[in-house]
């Protein structure tokens, strides 16, 4: 399964790489990281990236990671790539908009990493 990550944060692909270490050696996960909105639609169309899953952080700089799913609910439709939202604000205002605009799921930080791998296998 390929997984794009989007967060302002860089430290967050250390963390990934660490607490999937298993996974990505068995090669059940593949993970790619983009550091902002922009860069994760640049990545999805300059490479034609087959993401079954997208995981983006709602607070970025820039593009917000709602806007980033407006966009890619809009003009990536075959197949539509799963998307998490990841917020540090689990308020009721982002989760009603995140749904509206077709997010998947909606998680919160800090990541409970034990859950979002149960979501991932479920996913797999």
């Keep these: 399964m390929k997984i794009l990550v989007v967060d302002d944060e860089k430290d967050v692909q250390v963390l990934f790489e660490q607490r999937f ?6 090669k059940e ?3 790619a990281f983009a550091y902002s909105g922009e860069d994760a639609l640049k990545y999805l ?7 079954v899953l997208i995981l983006s ?3 970025m700089p820039g593009m917000s990671g ?7 609910k809009e003009k990536h439709k075959l ?7 990841i917020t540090a604000y689990g308020d009721a205002e ?6 509206k605009l077709g997010a998947d799921d909606f998680l919160t930080k800090p990541l409970e990493f034990s859950l979002l791998k149960e979501k991932l296998k479920a996913i797999h």
């Design 21 to 26: 270490r298993k996974e990505i050696r068995n």
């Design 29 to 31: 996960m593949e993970f």
């Design 45 to 51: 169309g300059d490479l034609s990236h087959e993401a």
């Design 57 to 59: 952080d709602i607070n």
């Design 66 to 72: 709602l806007e980033l799913l407006r966009h890619i």
């Design 79 to 85: 197949p539509p790539p799963m998307v998490m939202m």
């Design 94 to 99: 982002n989760y009603n908009t995140a749904m």
